[in-house]
């Protein structure tokens, strides 16, 4: 057992808190969440903190024009209509999305919304000449839509987007902009650090308090439009506790109710006390995005193929309780795109070797490099123990790393920035996992050439002719039949060409005191509170 999964095991229980942790005494229906994030996302309606800023605090306070249906755990998520009744593309011009909105909404402070509402929320995050333009949203959005070309409202309930080349995929993008409105911004004085304690939604919750590094207090939207998904508690409390140990501690004294990534040692003890531990299945990476750029010793397949071999994927799963399935992609095993690939991914230490010596390397004569990671942070599972692994994995065919760790923030910051950006000091790779959401958020975003930063999230600047064409088609197909089986080449092509090092899919555990009734842990990064009852 390493020092680190030591060190989970050993915390004392009353590890240090957050001071205002222990003033959030239980209350008939007060839910508290502690969550690995080292401070509570931004409440501006496109938060940061990655996609578990956008399952705080962009789920929670606001709706989005497209939402997901989380209300089920024995299925595939699916998009629903959120504030957005309709959406299709129009006939005659594949680059216009036609937006039907639902009447009679209405925003915490009571105006109902229209379509002027949505323009200033989309003005928000992409209009950098808007008076209400917010970097931060801008940020968080702009790599979610990249081919939106300009967005207009067409009478109250109509909104109208275009784009720059046909994007089959508009309607993903829609479910990460949370709608709010120009008097809420007008109202706290024109600046959108002074409305981060003051947000207005037409979310389930409304805000009560924000403090971005300590918590965040919401209330039940008795009013919300979706009777259905009206809160079964009065009150939410979002604690930001980015150590592992400090969420076991805080959960077993009873200072919270509810926490995501329980450290695996931890789980038995956790359910010998009582608490229940929930997890599923779910389209989720761990995975090393390599820099491709001239240089990098990742160019060349035999090193990627050869450190894809060497990953004891059934020791990494051990280690975490079996709380994984081993890396198989950019996609899980039995996922609808994951494709046929000649090679799929296995352990051969021995394959492994005979690469590196073909490349010219060995343990006597290592390639030296060096990784970003983060000690914690949206669906990293447990980063230090697993890095350890995988440096350890790699060592032993002739790879040295070294990492330079950073916090779960910055390390988005530098994944924006690219590989080519001098905030990334040289390393060669970076840890990053994420949510396989959608054509887009699994692939596209990754490996297309005109996806580099800012734009997206291509950050070793890939590019490949072969690549952007099927990508190009998979925009351009509007039919689901056909477009799955263009991604299921594309799935199977990055496989094959061993394109990221991949070593995990999580189950996304999250552990709970008995008090907590009524969770349903969805198939998505993304969960719904709403339904929680606390007993």
């Known amino acids: 057992m390493n020092a680190t999964r030591r060190a989970l095991l050993a915390a004392p229980l009353a590890a240090a808190l957050p001071w205002d942790v222990t003033q959030a005494q239980t209350q008939t229906g007060t839910l508290r969440v502690g969550m690995t994030a080292s401070a509570v996302p931004l409440s501006n309606g496109v938060p940061d903190q990655g996609a578990e800023g956008h399952r705080f605090m962009g789920i929670t306070l606001y709706d989005q024009l497209a939402m997901w249906d989380l209300s089920k755990s024995d299925v595939p998520v699916t998009i629903r209509p959120g504030l957005a009744t309709a959406w299709t593309v129009d006939p005659a011009d594949p680059k216009r999305w036609i937006i039907t909105l639902r009447e009679g909404v209405r925003f915490h402070d009571g105006k109902v919304m229209t379509a002027e509402d949505v323009v200033f929320s989309y003005d928000r995050a992409f209009k950098a000449d808007a008076p209400w333009f917010d970097p931060r949203a801008a940020a968080q959005a702009r790599i979610r839509m990249p081919t939106i070309a300009s967005w207009r409202a067409e009478g109250p309930l109509t909104f109208i987007i275009e784009t720059r080349t046909p994007d089959s995929l508009v309607p993903f993008g829609l479910t990460w902009v949370g709608i709010t409105h120009q008097g809420a911004w007008e109202a706290a ?52 506790l980015p150590e592992a140990n400090t969420r076991v501690a805080a959960l077993r004294s009873n200072q919270v109710d509810f926490i995501e990534a329980p450290p ?30 001239e240089g990098s010793p990742w160019r060349d397949i035999r090193v990627r193929k050869a450190a894809n071999l060497a990953i004891d994927r059934a020791g990494m799963r051990s280690m975490l309780g079996d709380m994984m399935v081993p890396g198989a992609g950019l996609l899980p095993p039995g996922h609808p795109w994951h494709g046929t690939p000649r090679e799929p991914i296995r352990t051969d230490v021995a394959a492994a070797r005979r690469l ?8 006597q004569n290592p390639i030296r490099t060096r990784v970003g990671i983060s000690p914690s942070g949206s669906g990293q599972m ?4 697993m890095n350890e692994a995988v440096q350890q994995n790699l060592r032993d065919i002739g790879i040295e ?21 001098p905030s990334n000091r040289g390393i060669s790779a970076i840890n990053i996992s994420y949510a396989a959401l959608d054509p887009f958020t699994a692939l596209v975003r990754f490996l297309k050439s005109d996806m580099v930063p800012p734009a997206a999230n291509n950050w070793g600047y890939f590019s490949d002719p072969w690549y952007d064409d099927i ?10 039949a056909r477009q799955a089986a263009l991604l299921s080449e594309l799935h199977a092509r990055v ?6 090092l991949f070593v995990a ?13 009524g969770f349903v842990q969805a198939q998505s990064w993304f969960q719904d509170l709403t339904p929680i009852r606390i007993t």
């Not at 447990?382 to 123990?385: A, E, G, M, N, R």
């Not at 496989?495 to 990221?500: E, G, P, R, T, W």
């Open 505 to 517: 899919h999580d189950l996304n555990p999250r552990a709970m005191s008995r008090r907590v009734q």
């Open 401 to 421: 790393v070294t990492f330079e760790v950073l916090e779960w923030n910055a390390l988005l910051g530098i994944w924006r920035d690219g590989a080519r950006a």
């Open 356 to 363: 590196m010596t073909e490349a010219g390397f060995s343990r």
């Open 495 to 500: 496989v094959d060409d061993a394109l990221f």
């Open 471 to 480: 990508m190009t088609r998979v925009y351009a197909e509007f039919d689901p």
């Open 189 to 240: 004085g024109r600046d959108w650090d002074r409305y981060l304690d003051r947000a207005v939604g037409t979310g389930p919750y409304r805000l009560e308090t924000f403090a971005v590094r300590e918590r965040c207090v919401m209330l039940r939207n008795a009013n919300y439009w979706d009777a259905a998904r009206t809160p079964r508690h009065e009150r939410l409390i979002l604690l930001p």
């Open 382 to 385: 447990q980063p230090l123990p």
């Open 264 to 293: 695996p040692d931890a789980i038995p003890a956790l359910r010998a006390a009582g608490m229940n531990i929930v997890s599923n299945t779910y389209p989720h990476n761990w995975t090393w995005h390599l820099n491709m750029s």
